[in-house]
């Protein structure tokens, strides 16, 4: 059987921009800023990307709000749907399984991300990003030798125009049709054993049911 998906955004499952805050650079000096709209089918993420105030970097985001905490252990990887009529710029799509703690002055400390850079198809279409192919960061640079990704855990989900230390700026826009987890083959489960287990591991597990579908289990 062909690989499936588990929609996380949009698909089945409505935007809702109340869910998403910006995330900028701002918040450390930038003059950056993001949005996202939302209509049920589709989400648009612009701003402005600024370079100039903090000397060649920038970054503007739209992150989720709260714990996802989201089990894609019997996952492949992430699956963008985009529309038509993005922008040229290069985007990045970040995941966490760690929520930063708060610094004195109420802003998030930094924190690793595991990010995966891409373009828009010109005329829309879907990226798959594999797991294996995301890289850990700290503060944009990349982490050496890092815990693994603790995918049973994710946390946290975010879009970012970033300026690769000044190597763009500007007006950007992405549109987003869905964002989905794709499930492993068939062919790549467990046996009916550990099945069963894992089953009864998730009637006891507390989060919402909606939280504990990506395995596709229930």
């Given at each position: 059987?062909?690989?499936?998906?588990?929609?996380?955004?949009g698909?089945?499952?409505?935007?809702?921009?109340?869910?998403?805050?910006?995330?900028?650079?701002r918040?450390?000096?930038g003059?950056?800023?993001?949005?996202l709209?939302?209509?049920?089918t589709?989400?648009k993420?612009?701003?402005?990307?600024?370079?100039?105030?903090?000397?060649?970097?920038?970054?503007?985001?739209q992150?989720?709000?709260?714990?996802?905490?989201?089990d894609?252990?019997c996952?492949?990887?992430?699956?963008?749907s985009?529309?038509?009529?993005?922008?040229?710029?290069?985007?990045?799509?970040?995941v966490?399984?760690?929520?930063p703690?708060?610094?004195?002055?109420?802003?998030d400390?930094?924190?690793?991300?595991?990010?995966?850079?891409?373009?828009?198809?010109?005329?829309?279409?879907?990226?798959?990003?594999k797991?294996d192919?995301?890289?850990?960061?700290?503060?944009?640079?990349e982490?050496e030798?890092?815990?693994?990704?603790?995918?049973n855990?994710?946390?946290?989900?975010?879009?970012?125009?970033?300026?690769?230390?000044?190597?763009?700026?500007?007006?950007?826009?992405?549109?987003?049709?869905?964002?989905a987890?794709?499930?492993?083959?068939?062919?790549?489960?467990?046996?009916?054993g550990?099945?069963?287990?894992h089953?009864?591991?998730?009637?006891?597990?507390?989060?919402?049911?909606?939280?504990?579908?990506?395995?596709?289990?229930?």
């Amino acid at each position: 059987m062909s690989n499936s998906l588990q929609y996380i955004f949009g698909g089945p499952k409505a935007w809702d921009s109340g869910l998403w805050t910006a995330s900028d650079d701002r918040v450390r000096g930038g003059s950056s800023i993001s949005h996202l709209y939302t209509h049920p089918t589709q989400a648009k993420f612009y701003g402005h990307l600024d370079t100039k105030t903090l000397g060649g970097a920038g970054f503007a985001s739209q992150r989720t709000v709260g714990d996802l905490a989201l089990d894609l252990s019997c996952t492949e990887g992430i699956k963008l749907s985009l529309g038509w009529d993005s922008s040229d710029q290069t985007f990045t799509l970040n995941v966490k399984d760690t929520i930063p703690g708060k610094r004195e002055d109420g802003r998030d400390e930094a924190g690793v991300s595991w990010e995966y850079d891409f373009k828009a198809p010109e005329n829309g279409g879907e990226i798959f990003m594999k797991w294996d192919e995301f890289k850990a960061t700290y503060r944009g640079r990349e982490v050496e030798d890092p815990e693994p990704l603790k995918l049973n855990d994710i946390k946290r989900i975010s879009l970012m125009a970033r300026s690769f230390f000044d190597k763009q700026d500007g007006d950007f826009k992405l549109y987003v049709n869905w964002i989905a987890a794709v499930k492993k083959d068939d062919n790549d489960s467990d046996d009916d054993g550990d099945l069963k287990k894992h089953a009864l591991e998730q009637r006891s597990d507390p989060r919402p049911v909606w939280k504990r579908l990506f395995c596709g289990l229930l």
